[in-house]
């Protein structure tokens, strides 16, 4: 209001513009991936794995979302494999039996 002083920003104001955005502009992935605005969009809408955030007319990426969704696509990637451990006893043989 008009009279009223302006509440100072708070303790983490400056912090926050020094944080990596929580969401990227098309823009942003763009440059990110090299490539033009316009293929952003295109994959957006031709691949519907794509973390893509629609609120009207404009896109979101979760930056979080997309680079996990990016890692998972890379050729050549290490796939993450789970070790299954054995639980099976131990072959006993005849000589080891009669021993």
Same mark, same amino acid.
Do not use: C, N
């Given at each position: 209001?008009?009279?009223?002083?302006?509440? +100072?920003?708070?303790?983490?104001? !400056?912090?926050?513009?020094?944080? +990596?955005?929580?969401?990227?502009? $098309?823009?942003? $992935? !763009?440059?990110?991936?090299? /490539?033009?605005?316009?293929? $952003?969009?295109?994959?957006?809408?031709?691949?519907? %794995?794509?973390? /893509?955030?629609?609120?009207?007319?404009?896109?979101?990426?979760? *930056?979080?979302?997309?680079?996990?969704?990016? *890692?998972?696509?890379?050729?050549? !990637?290490?796939?993450? *494999?789970?070790?299954?451990?054995? $639980?099976?006893? +131990?072959?006993? %043989?005849?000589?080891? /039996?009669?021993?």
């Amino acid at each position: 209001m008009k009279g009223e002083p302006a509440l +100072p920003p708070g303790p983490d104001a !400056a912090d926050a513009s020094q944080l +990596p955005a929580l969401y990227l502009t $098309v823009h942003e $992935v !763009a440059k990110l991936l090299r /490539v033009s605005d316009k293929s $952003v969009l295109r994959y957006a809408q031709a691949d519907a %794995t794509m973390p /893509v955030l629609r609120l009207g007319g404009v896109l979101r990426f979760r *930056r979080e979302r997309l680079e996990r969704w990016l *890692r998972d696509r890379e050729q050549g !990637a290490p796939r993450m *494999r789970r070790r299954v451990r054995s $639980v099976a006893k +131990p072959l006993t %043989t005849k000589a080891s /039996v009669d021993g």
